[in-house]
């Protein structure tokens, strides 16, 4: 076999492969609602699964494509499940599946504009489309895509240390003239506390701002402390709010914080990872008032978007700040199109060589088209609802407001009711039964709950209700 049939398949063993490929596809996305949500936890069972191939006996390609979709069939908690009540992790849209299948094969490169012109043309359009959806003015809007909304915040944190400190890129934090200081919450991303020890500031930089009674971030306290710090010798320069925190779908007062940080002249940052996608709907918007006076955004289109992982994007109405903060000169790097008015994506991120992130999000919105979207993000917010009105039917408290589809309850039919070990009873059986899945965690106050969120666009009513009949039918073994 010549080396180039190594790697690079025979016409004929390219069809025969794609078509079985597609086939598992299929089959895995018309069935996968037939299948226990839940895959069992078995480490050696796996890695005796993985020890029979040690790469010494090459296999067929249908071959490989079975021994993958077997285990991940087996091994994997099905997100895409209407059942799934989880993390943020949706059913992919069709043409997302589409689209990162012909990224895998055109393989384009978007470090330097000039290699793939059309993929960082398509990027740049839709970061300045969602940029003007959140509020922004289309002259000035810039952004980038990213990895996630950890990469979002990391980026935000970055060009808001160099907007206040001038010297940072140059001599890092000896460029800051006193301790940086950030603000969130307890319900803020812990992304936020890791990109400030990335960043060198490490944790002395962090300032967690206490709740008010609706697990927002209270405002007066975020005031006091700011003037607080600037006395004991800290440089305040970045607020996050939370637009949509994971526990609880909680919305900080974004507009009052952004008059805060506009008094004080700090960066604000509103995390929109998964909330921002009630931008999309007109009787939703009001959810994130304020959102457009924010610095920076971060808004995920693999969570209510329902694109493939992964797709974040970085927002901003400061359209130099990415320039300033990543630019970086090389003597390798293509210097074709060097004259023309156009970005160099490794010039405008953190990022250097990588894939077309944006085609998933652009693809889909073709044919879905904003209106679709709204469509399928107002009948999600329509099943949290039903959600909520079911729970309490049977007497299970909800005990965070928001309009998101993100519901946190307790049982109040029991003395118990509200205890962790209660609590996380209940999601361990819901889990074990494989019906369904949903967690515990802990609100502001380090109140247990249990957590339901609405990710799957294909979740119905009868989804909801027989999720509510498990719940009823687990607490009484407890």
């Not at 610095?295 to 978007?305: E, G, M, Q, V, Y």
């Not at 160099?344 to 652009?362: A, T």
Request: with cysteine; hydrophobic share 40%.
């Amino acid at each position: 076999m010549r080396p180039s049939e190594i790697l690079e398949l025979s016409g004929d063993s390219r069809r025969v492969a794609f078509q079985h490929l597609l086939a598992e596809i299929e089959a895995y996305t018309s069935r996968v609602t037939e299948t226990s949500v839940v895959p069992p936890l078995d480490v050696k069972a796996i890695r005796t699964v993985l020890s029979n191939y040690d790469f010494t006996k090459p296999v067929t390609p249908a071959e490989a494509i079975d021994v993958v979709t077997k285990q991940l069939w087996k091994y994997q908690v099905h997100t895409p499940h209407p059942m799934y009540f989880g993390l943020f992790n949706p059913r992919p849209a069709t043409m997302g599946i589409v689209a990162d299948t012909l990224v895998a094969a055109f393989n384009p490169q978007l470090a330097a504009w000039s290699h793939s012109p059309f993929a960082v043309e398509v990027e740049q359009y839709l970061i300045h489309e969602f940029g003007k959806l959140f509020g922004y003015d289309a002259a000035v809007a810039d952004g980038t895509f990213t990895n996630g909304g950890a990469e979002a915040n990391h980026t935000a944190l970055l060009t808001a240390l160099n907007w206040k400190f001038p010297e940072f890129s140059q001599r890092g934090v000896r460029g800051c003239s006193r301790q940086p200081r950030l603000y969130g919450t307890s319900q803020s991303h812990h992304s936020i506390a890791k990109a400030a020890r990335l960043c060198g500031l490490g944790n002395i930089s962090v300032m967690e701002i206490a709740l008010d009674s609706f697990h927002r971030m209270n405002v007066n306290i975020l005031r006091s402390q700011i003037r607080q710090d600037r006395e004991n010798g800290f440089e305040p320069f970045f607020i996050n709010a939370t637009g949509g925190s994971t526990n609880a779908g909680i919305v900080d007062p974004i507009a009052r914080i952004a008059d805060v940080a506009q008094q004080e002249q700090l960066w604000l940052h509103v995390d929109a990872a998964w909330g921002g996608g009630a931008m999309l709907v007109p009787e939703l918007r009001e959810t994130l008032e304020g959102v457009e006076q924010a610095d920076s955004i971060t808004f995920d289109a693999h969570k209510w978007l329902s694109a493939p992982m992964a797709g974040g994007m970085f927002l901003t109405r400061h359209p130099h700040i990415l320039s300033e903060t990543f630019r970086i000169t090389t003597d390798y790097m293509p210097k074709e199109g060097a004259e023309l008015e156009k970005i160099d994506p490794y010039q405008h991120s953190m990022q250097w060589s990588r894939r077309f992130i944006g085609l998933k999000v652009f693809m889909s919105l073709l044919v879905a088209g904003w209106d679709g979207y709204a469509s399928v993000i107002r009948h999600q917010t329509a099943m949290g609802n039903l959600l909520r009105q079911e729970l309490v039917k049977y007497d299970w408290e909800i005990v965070n407001d928001t309009p998101l589809p993100t519901i946190c309850f307790v049982d109040s039919s029991r003395t118990d009711g509200k205890t962790a070990s209660f609590i996380d009873g209940i999601a361990q059986r819901v889990i074990a039964s494989g019906k369904a899945w949903i967690s515990s965690t802990r609100l502001g106050n380090d109140l247990p709950v249990l957590r339901a969120c609405i990710t799957n666009y294909l979740t119905e009513e009868k989804h909801i209700f027989d999720l509510v009949e498990l719940l009823n039918t687990v607490r009484v073994k407890i």
